[in-house]
């Protein structure tokens, strides 16, 4: 199991170490480093930042929305950043959900998940391989443009620029069953959310998942790649606070899905105000009456609380936080399933150090 050090997306303004944690991630052997985005700091200029100042450390989008760029604009970041850094590139997408989407980008949240993604993916990998001017009789990212609205005067065309490799790693982000499934067909590589070491059968996969994934892809390797907070510290308890912060902002603020909601909250149906992929996700890994309160005290402005609610052992089994033996007794369940690459939430040099230690 390789490691990577993912830096998140900013909050009110840049971490001032996140350079100096990328080049001690590199220093230790880590094999990549991840940036994202949601609605402030963007994806790829700060790894651009970090691709200057690094030499080896492969470079990764955890996630880039789909919304905030044509599939074509993504691909010219992601060739023109692998051109940059020497080939280090690898570019993790992710659809978000419709609070962002039409809240912040002004789009409609696409009434086919899968086939919007689908799409997406392959006008990426064709500008990647340039062997035909670009064109997709798509459903949500047509090329030509064929709309009503347009002049008709669209031309299909060919990157000018020559991208450095055609095979450039493209990885998605994906919760649901058939999200996953379709992530194995078309995808070099999966980045799960809330991933528990016990718990793979939630997603639909098992830990044959890559190597049937590799079958479907041709024989490529194909990477399981999961993001969790790592912090080695005494108080396991006062660990976990950053953990169930994000969950309690995920579970209880975002990730609605269009749809009537089928049931009160707690009324063991969906929470009120429709489907929350997010809350979704923690009740399939077994917290299903936990996450309908944490969308109540969250909706009724009682943040605080939201977060108190998230259980201790569930923001337990998705991170590794603890003293060192307990993290490298736990470090062991996440070698033995199908995860390829953990990419650790790490906020501190000494805990990238220890998990190196424990890893090698």
Request: no cysteine.
């Given at each position: 199991?390789?490691?990577g050090?993912?830096l ?7 971490a001032?170490?996140?350079v100096?944690?990328?080049?001690e991630?590199e220093?230790l ?7 994202a985005e ?9 790894l651009t930042?970090i ?5 080896r450390i492969?470079l ?5 929305q ?6 074509t604009?993504?691909?010219m970041h992601?060739?023109?950043l692998?051109h940059?850094?020497g ?5 993790g997408?992710g ?8 809240g912040?980008?002004?789009r409609?949240f696409p009434?086919?998940p ?5 799409e997406y993916?392959d ?8 062997e035909a001017?670009v064109?997709l ?6 090329l030509?443009y064929?709309?009503?609205?347009g ?9 000018i620029t020559?991208p ?7 990885l998605l982000g994906a919760?649901?069953?058939?999200n996953?499934?379709q992530?194995t067909r078309?995808?070099?590589g ?7 070491p016990t718990?793979?059968?939630?997603y ?11 079958r ?10 999961p ?5 080695v510290c005494?108080?396991v308890a006062?660990?976990l ?6 969950l ?8 609605p899905?269009?749809g009537?909601?089928?049931g009160?909250?707690?009324?063991g149906g969906?929470a ?12 399939r ?9 944490i ?5 009724e402005?009682r943040?605080?609380?939201a977060?108190?609610?998230v ?7 998705i991170?590794?936080v603890?003293p060192?033996?307990r993290?490298a007794?736990?470090?062991?369940l996440w070698r ?7 990419l650790a939430?790490?906020?501190d ?7 190196a230690?424990l890893?090698a």
């Open positions: 199991m390789r490691l050090l993912a998140g997306y900013w909050g009110r303004g840049p001032a170490d996140q100096t944690l990328a080049q991630a220093r052997g880590y094999d990549s480093v991840w940036t949601s609605w402030g700091s963007d994806a790829f200029t700060p930042w691709a200057a100042r690094t030499s492969k990764g989008t955890a996630v880039a789909m919304a905030a760029r044509s599939p604009t993504t691909a992601a060739l023109t692998d940059l850094s080939g280090r590139m690898m570019l997408l659809l978000s959900g419709p609070q962002v989407v039409e912040w980008y002004g409609p009434a086919s899968l086939t919007a993604t689908r993916v006008v990426v990998r064709q500008v990647l391989r340039r001017p064109a009789d798509g459903r949500f990212h047509p030509p064929p709309g009503p609205d002049t008709g005067l669209g031309k299909s065309l060919k990157p020559h450095l490799r055609a095979d450039l790693p493209v919760e649901g069953p058939k996953v499934a992530t078309i995808a070099d999966w980045l799960p959310l809330y991933w528990s718990r793979s059968e939630v639909g996969v098992t830990s044959a998942g890559p190597d049937e994934a590799r479907e892809t041709g024989g490529r390797p194909f990477l399981v790649a993001m969790a907070r790592v912090t005494d108080d006062e660990g606070l950053p953990v169930k912060a994000m309690g902002f995920y579970v209880g603020g975002m990730g899905m269009k009537p909601a089928k009160p909250a707690g009324s969906r009120a105000g429709g489907r929350h992929f997010h809350a979704d996700l923690m009740a890994m077994g917290y299903e009456e936990e996450a309908h309160r969308q109540r005290l969250f909706r402005g943040r605080q609380e977060v108190q609610a259980p201790d052992a569930f923001a337990d089994e991170s590794l603890g060192r033996e993290v007794e736990r470090l062991e033995k399933g199908p995860v390829t690459d953990l939430l790490a906020p040099p000494h805990t990238l150090r220890v998990l230690e890893n």
